[in-house]
């Protein structure tokens, strides 16, 4: 037996080893033999062997790693399921307690798992000298449970230049004649979040039509044949979760036998939205012509008979349950009544859903994985008192545009179920949709959901993806903070822009890709392409995003025409797209703000050429009908009308702000307790400020003077100064505290403002489109013009964006 080369030497590896950044594969591949490496592929590629009674992940993972290293090297390595005798050398995969030849080792005394056995998905890879007779030596990677070993398979697809989107967004791999991995341990896991997946949603205008139309032909829907795609994307990106499409364009998962077979075949654990509890879709499943209402007061008997056939059928399968209930698709709970009211039959809803679990899965229910996602409404009725088992994990969900709504009390945080959190990156609803394009930066989502893991929210996150694409960069963000949620740190969250385009572009792009995409989320902080119709822009400011537009598809067109034509189709699908299409739609708006007509159709007939050639001619047509340039055909993607259009009718009157950014401070205060960080790429000027750590205890008002603070010069005359501090709309993170900062100008007073806004009220409504909350405060001044503006963050949560100061009359 090898000894396994001590993990300290090689620097990159720890026993829990989280997943490094691109930037650092924590597997090192090389191009050549060299001492101490293992050939993957030399002069013919190296067997693959793997037990036929192992989990049949392992099986589908070892053969994409086949398929794999031929996309590199043209030559595909045999899979085997009994030892090849005639190889100096194996590469062995398998699931430690189940596979035969990883149990032969470790009897033998050849092979130690220690590292790994009974860690959730984790895996060790190494190697063993001598495993098997007439086996010079095995490559060994070992899962210390199914998903573990397919991880550690597609973990080497990934360290030998094949991207998790070689089918998503067909980005090719780089040849290579040899491939040779260094000869190190590495163990890794388990990951930071237990479950970590996806909801498919709002899949009307993109996924479901191209499915029916490209692979689920026989059934004309997000069927198997799909759904195994989605799946092998997931186990590329180490996620394990899914909630599947669920909109009246698409039948119910489980109404196709074969979805249930595929996801367990690929290991991806079901589950259902927060509006499908016990893995029911609602809209298909529920009829009410046989079953009749869909209330738990009147018709209880034949809802727990509908909840509990599907979990006899399915009870078999790796599921985490939804429990709770609210109207046929996503509409409130049925049966009205008061909220002591709802809140009681919610608890009856709950108990008796555990009751079916216990007698069909598990007799110890708190055994059986179970998550509550309290969703708009259903978070009042949680707060007013809900009887929920400890052992049941809290779901919290974002305010559907990107802030988490609610995060766990102290008490909260004591629950034995723990808690997670359920995020959009796409949305369909109020105050208005974006479904078309994504722009939600990778600084957010890293700022949000650190602070949730700060707050315990570590057992689940789930992200709403709704087609997939265009969401490739933030779903693949997203899920490699869920494996190790310390690999991009909020402060560096926008580098992973630069890894994603050097691991998929190369290292001559990755730079140059990554400033463009981070100018494109600032941007569209501001207003996204979908919300172009809602925020109002004064001229200036409307004259002032065309000029950084315009740079900015230069600097786009400038990279497009040096990429590679074998990578082209890809750079379009991931970063020419969104980018141009975002710049067309200001345009369009822009044209219908000033009344200039030929300018608002140039914009609006960009898109549509982009949209065309997007469905039409890249990748051979592959993708002809995932892209719909105006889904739910709202207004702000309609055709300009002439007739309608008319100067701005209220014109904002030149302001002579001081506006300072928030990273712009000449002092700052820290304490023992919280540090200022700066944010890059986080609010409405790309540089925004907060404190770290996220969890801190709230500051009482008596006690200002020592609380965290940043300091501004400003130059201003007159006697009194308004002072416009503008912070990311963040939300409380729960009831026991709030969202208070204190304003103070020379040696004045300090005033406080808190800038909770209810959920739904009209300042939510514009603080989530316009990417900001805002709070104002008068000041008198002194007669000099040198002054001094401070800001004291009082409760956690908070991000501060700018400070705008004018004077007051």
């Not at 090192?28 to 060299?34: C, L, P, Q």
């Not at 430690?96 to 005394?109: K, M, V, Y």
């Not at 689920?216 to 092998?232: H, L, M, N, S, W």
Request: some cysteine.
């Amino acid at each position: 037996m090898r000894r396994p080369i001590p993990l300290s030497v090689f620097g990159l590896f720890t026993l829990h080893a989280a997943l490094l950044p691109l930037a650092a594969d924590p597997i090192r591949v090389t191009g050549e033999s060299k001492n101490d490496t293992f050939p993957i592929v030399a002069d013919t590629p190296t067997p693959l062997l793997v037990d036929a009674e192992d989990a049949k992940v392992v099986q589908i993972a070892a053969g994409l790693l086949a398929d794999d290293i031929e996309r590199v090297t043209t030559r595909k390595p045999t899979v085997h399921t009994s030892t090849p005798s005639d190889t100096p050398r194996v590469i062995l995969a398998g699931t430690i307690d189940t596979c035969r030849f990883l149990r032969t080792l470790e009897e033998a005394g050849k092979l130690d798992t220690s590292a790994i056995r009974g860690r959730w998905e984790s895996f060790l890879i190494t190697t063993v000298t001598k495993p098997f007779d007439g086996v010079d030596e095995a490559l060994i990677i070992a899962g210390a449970d199914r998903r573990g070993a397919a991880y550690g398979l597609l973990s080497i697809s990934e360290a030998i230049g094949v991207s998790p989107w070689v089918y998503w967004a067909d980005v090719p791999a780089r040849s290579q004649k040899q491939l040779h991995i260094a000869g190190a341990t590495l163990v890794q896991g388990p990951p930071s979040v237990k479950y970590r997946g996806i909801f498919i949603n709002d899949e009307d205008f993109g996924l479901q039509p191209w499915a029916a139309q490209h692979l689920d032909t026989d059934i004309r829907d997000i069927g198997p044949r799909t759904y195994a795609r989605v799946f092998e994307l997931l186990l590329r990106l180490k996620a394990n979760y899914c909630w599947p499409a669920m909109h009246p364009c698409t039948k119910a998962f489980n109404l196709y036998e074969e979805n249930r077979r595929v996801a367990d075949d690929y290991a991806i654990v079901m589950g259902a939205s927060h509006c499908e509890p016990m893995l029911r879709n609602n809209v298909t499943e529920w009829r009410h012509d046989s079953m009749g209402a869909w209330d738990y007061e009147t018709n209880r008997d034949r809802i727990y008979k509908y909840w509990e056939d599907r979990v006899r059928t399915n009870g078999r399968c790796e599921n985490l349950y939804t429990v709770g209930m609210r109207g046929i698709h996503d509409s409130d709970m049925p049966g009205g009544g008061s909220l002591d009211a709802k809140s009681d039959r919610l608890s009856r809803v709950i108990r008796d859903q555990r009751e079916i679990l216990t007698n069909h899965v598990n007799p110890n229910a708190a055994a059986t994985p179970q998550i509550f996602c309290p969703y708009k409404e259903v978070l009042d009725i949680y707060k007013n008192g809900v009887n929920l088992p400890e052992d049941i994990t809290i779901v919290w969900p974002d305010d559907n545009h990107g802030y988490i709504r609610n995060l766990s009390t102290p008490e909260e945080r004591g629950r034995s179920g723990g808690s997670g959190v359920y995020y959009h990156l796409s949305y369909w609803g109020r105050p208005s949709d974006y479904l078309w394009l994504s722009s939600t930066s990778p600084a957010r989502i890293a700022y949000e959901m650190q602070k949730a893991y700060a707050f315990g929210a570590r057992r689940v996150w789930v992200f709403n993806v709704g087609d997939i694409k265009p969401a490739e960069i933030e779903m693949e963000f997203a899920m490699r903070l869920a494996y190790d949620v310390d690999s991009y740190p909020a402060e560096r969250a926008m580098s992973f822009l630069e890894d994603f385009a050097t691991r998929n572009f190369g290292a001559e792009y990755g730079p140059q890709i990554a400033g463009v995409q981070a100018e494109y989320y600032r941007l569209t902080h501001g207003a996204r392409p979908e919300h172009s119709d809602r925020v109002h822009f004064s001229k200036p400011e409307r004259e002032q995003r065309a000029a950084d537009y315009r740079r900015l598809v230069e600097k786009l067109d400038a990279i497009e025409r040096r990429i590679p034509s074998s990578h082209r189709d890809a750079f379009f699908q991931l970063v020419a797209y969104p980018v141009k299409c975002a710049a067309l739609m200001d345009q369009k708006a822009r044209g219908l703000a000033d009344a200039n007509p030929a300018q608002a159709f140039e914009g609006h007939d960009g898109i549509q050429a982009l949209t065309h050639k997007y469905n039409k001619e890249i990748a051979g047509g592959k993708w002809d009908g995932i892209m719909d340039a105006s889904p739910r055909n709202l207004p702000v993607f309609h055709r300009p009308d002439p007739k309608q259009m008319a100067p701005d009718a209220s014109p904002e009157a030149p302001r002579k702000d001081i506006v300072i950014a928030a990273d712009a401070f000449t002092d700052v205060r820290n304490t023992p307790t919280s540090t200022w960080i700066r944010i890059p790429g986080l609010g409405i000027r790309g540089g925004a400020m907060t404190l770290t750590p996220y969890m801190s205890d709230a500051i009482d008002e008596t006690a200002i003077k020592s609380a965290p603070s940043l300091s501004y010069p400003f130059e201003a005359t007159g006697d009194r100064v308004e002072v416009e501090a503008r912070f990311l709309p963040t939300h409380r993170i729960h009831d026991g505290v709030r969202l208070r900062y204190a304003v103070r100008v020379d040696a004045g007073a300090h005033d406080v403002c808190d800038l909770h806004a209810s959920e739904w009220s009209k300042a939510w409504s514009e603080n989530v489109l316009r990417g900001y909350s805002k709070g104002e405060t008068r000041h008198a001044l002194s007669k000099r013009s040198a002054h001094r503006v401070t800001i004291y963050l009082l409760d956690p949560g908070m991000v501060l964006s700018e400070i705008r100061i004018r004077a007051s009359e």
